[in-house]
């Protein structure tokens, strides 16, 4: 089965390093996700693994072999980005079509079964069609193109939440009926919580976490409590972002808890949710675009 090799990829842009030396793997039949925050280099890296665009240094590599210049790597891998690459004029059939040829296959049971569900007319021109349904008919195209390897960047751009629902069922059953690897770069972090086993949080051009999704969970605490007895308990963890209210406050941590530790009957310890996690993680780290 293969894997997708990630290995120390630095990519700049005039003098704005966006992707500092990152080395990750994806293994086969999973399904990842890739969060950080605007300007934090995931459609570059996305679009690095999928040789739109190339690595300042670093490589890709599907089993040792680079991705560059490799046919038959690039046709294992579908890459379903914000950017319309379809001809204003073109019709969705066209589209599935044109898919089956650059592919070798499609899957046109599936694909005509989710325009039903969808709503899509599949003689619709494709410039024709709204924002979110530009985004629903290259979603369709990447459930059925027979690669083992789909990368999504912003898969639910423009889908209202009925959509979006709909579309996280649909990949977790296409999922089932044929397991191949998944990455979904999107801000809707609560909404993908529940789908990606494995994480990879990306800010200030370096991957920061990267692990399994309970993992991540299990190590992420909130210390509830009066003030002093929530500072003195987080004394040496690893803090990562604090709120206050009147005498209360909480710490929020990543990382081990130190068991030796008495925690005292005032103070609370819960686990923390992704979302919050990653805004904690992530705080204070905009990426401005460099003139
Ligand atoms: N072609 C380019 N030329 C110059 N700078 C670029 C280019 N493409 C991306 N960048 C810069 O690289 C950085 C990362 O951009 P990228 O689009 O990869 O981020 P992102 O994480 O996908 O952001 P968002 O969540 O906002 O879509 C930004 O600072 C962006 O301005």
Redesign the pocket.
């Known amino acids: 089965m293969a894997q997708i090799k990630i290995d120390h990829v630095t990519r700049k ?2 003098k ?1 390093e ?1 992707l500092k030396d990152i080395s990750f793997e994806l293994e086969p039949n999973k399904i990842y996700g890739l969060l ?10 996305l ?1 690095i693994m999928t040789t739109r ?1 190339f690595a300042s240094s670093g490589k890709v590599t599907m089993d040792q072999q680079s991705v560059v210049e490799n046919d038959d790597i690039l046709a294992d891998m579908f890459l379903m980005s ?1 950017v319309d690459l379809y001809p204003e004029r073109m019709r969705v059939e066209k589209i599935f079509k044109q898919a089956e040829l650059c592919y070798g296959s499609f899957d046109y049971k599936k694909a005509y079964k989710l325009a039903e569900e969808f709503g899509v007319k599949l003689t619709a021109r494709f410039g024709g069609l709204s924002t979110g349904y530009h985004s629903i008919v290259k979603l369709i195209v990447a459930l059925c193109v027979p690669v083992n390897f789909v990368f999504f ?2 898969p639910v751009l423009g889908l209202d939440a009925n959509h979006r629902e709909l579309f996280y069922q649909e990949l977790l059953q296409s999922y089932e009926e044929r397991p191949r690897t998944f990455v979904i ?1 999107t ?1 809707l972090i609560e909404e993908i919580a529940q789908i990606v086993e494995h994480v990879f949080i ?1 800010d200030q051009g370096k991957i920061v976490i990267d692990d399994e999704t309970q993992a991540i969970i299990d190590r992420s605490y909130a210390i509830t409590g009066p003030k002093k007895a929530v500072s003195d308990y987080s004394v040496g963890l690893n803090v990562i972002g604090h709120q206050t209210l009147g005498g209360l406050r909480t710490d929020y941590i990543y990382g081990d808890l130190d068991d030796e530790r008495v925690i005292p009957d005032t103070i609370k310890i819960e686990h923390v949710d992704l979302q919050k996690l990653f805004v904690y993680l992530t705080e204070g780290s905009v ?4 003139e």
């Open positions: 842009f005039g704005n966006v950080g925050r605007n300007g934090a280099g995931k459609s570059t890296l679009n665009i914000e960047d912003e770069s801000h990306l990426n401005y675009v460099k």
